[in-house]
């Protein structure tokens, strides 16, 4: 069981960054892969960024490469993810979660494969 809490949303004026983080509860946090998605109001659920096991490979949505960046790391079961340039479009609850695989550089941006998911954390870009 891992237990995923996201924290530094907040309200920003476009143009503006924020560095969200996500603290994963447990030992084995090396164990997944992670990953950010978002949710906008009346919008599907979306994919932001994920990151391997190792760190080592990272992706992207087109609508935030360039602007945003995923890290990790794992002595602090922690993932991150900084959001730079930021644009109205940007505003929603952004979730963090996790994918067991045994694959070190695997990264996935499929929703369905991960395990285990965060509360949310909303952002809120003003124009």
């Known amino acids: 069981q891992v237990q995923l809490v996201e924290s530094g949303g907040g309200l920003v004026q476009t143009g503006g960054s924020l560095r969200l983080s996500c603290a994963a509860s447990?030992?084995?946090?090396?164990?997944?892969?992670m990953g950010w998605f978002r949710q906008a109001p009346g919008k599907e659920r979306e994919f932001v960024a994920a990151?391997?096991?190792?760190?080592?490979?990272?992706y992207y949505a087109d609508s935030v490469k360039g602007r945003f960046t995923i890290s990790r790391d794992n002595a602090k079961n922690t993932v991150y993810l900084q959001m730079n340039s930021l644009k109205p479009e940007d505003t929603a609850v952004y979730y963090c979660?996790?994918?067991?695989?045994?694959?070190?550089?695997?990264?996935?941006?499929?929703?369905?494969?991960?395990?285990?998911w965060g509360q949310g954390t909303q952002v809120t870009v003003s124009s």
């Open positions: 979660a996790a994918s067991h695989t045994v694959a070190m550089v695997v990264v996935t941006t499929v929703a369905d494969e991960y395990d285990y």
């Open positions: 447990g030992r084995t946090f090396s164990s997944y892969a």
């Open positions: 990151i391997s096991r190792s760190g080592g490979t990272t």
